[in-house]
C-alpha cells in the first residue's frame, strides 16, 4: 500500500476539516464538564451538564466524516460520552423518564465520577488524535514537527470552553461558571500560542509552505481570535463592552481556522 503513510498529499477536503473541528470540541467538552464537576461548586453543575450535552451530539457527526482511522477509540469515547449525555439529560430534568433520572442521579455518585474521569482520558485522546495522526503521516510539514497533538488538544479544549460558554449565556446565573470557563480558556489559548510558536519553529525551511500566498491570511484570523479573547477575558471592562456572544465565537472561528490552515496548506 504505497499511500498507506501519505507519502502523496491526500488531498482530504473540507469534511476531513470538519472531522477534526467537532471530535476536538467534543473531546474537550467532555473533559471540561468532568473538571467542573469534580473541582467546581453546586453552581457550576449546569454547565457541567450543558458541557456533556455538548459532547455526544458532536461526537455523533465523527463516525459520518471518518470511518476508519479512529474507529475504536471513537466507539470507547461514544460509550462514555452517551452515558453522560443521558446522565446531564436526567439530572437536568430536560425529560421525565425514569431511566434518566436514574442516571442523573448516578452521576453524582463514585460511580459516576470514575466513570467520569475515565470518559475525560478518552475525551483527551480524542481530542489530541487529530493531530498525532497528521504528525504520524510522510507528508511534508505534518512530519516535520511533533507539535500537532498538543496544539490540537490545546485549540480543541478552548473551542469547547467557547462552545459552553456560548450555550451557557441563555442562564440567568451565569456568572461565577463563566468566570471559570474564561479563566481555563485564557491558560488554553496560552498553551495554544505558545505551540503555534513552537509549530513554526520546528518547521524550519518549511515554515514558508504554511505562511505563504493566501494562508498569511487564515493565520491573521488564527492570531485575531487568540489574541482578542486572551486580552478581553483579561479585562472584565472590556467583556462587558462587546456582545456576550462575541468572544466564544470568535475563539470557534479560530479552531477552525487553525486546523483549516494547518490541514490544506500542507497539501497545497
Known sequence: ??????????HWEWYILLYFFFAGI??????????LRLWGGPADKAASRLAFIISFPLLLLCPILLTLDLGWGLTLFG?????????AVGEGGYLRWRVLAGAGRVMSSILGIVFMVIGAIFGLFVAAYTGVLLAVSNQPVWSDTWTLGGLFLASGLSGAAASILLLNRRRRDVAVTDGKLMEADRYFIILELVL???FLITLGGLV???????WII???????ATLVPLVAESRPRMVRQVPPTLVPVLV???VLALRAVIIFSAQA
Open 218 to 224: 487564515l493565520w491573521l484570523i488564527v492570531l485575531i
Open 79 to 87: 460509550l462514555f460520552s452517551f452515558v453522560m449525555f443521558l446522565g
Open 1 to 10: 500500500m504505497p499511500n498507506e503513510h501519505f507519502v502523496i498529499p491526500p
Open 252 to 254: 470557534l472561528v479560530g
Open 26 to 35: 467534543s473531546g474537550g467538552a467532555f473533559v471540561i464538564g468532568t473538571m
Open 208 to 214: 514558508s509552505k504554511v505562511l505563504g500566498g493566501g
Open 196 to 198: 503555534i510558536a513552537l
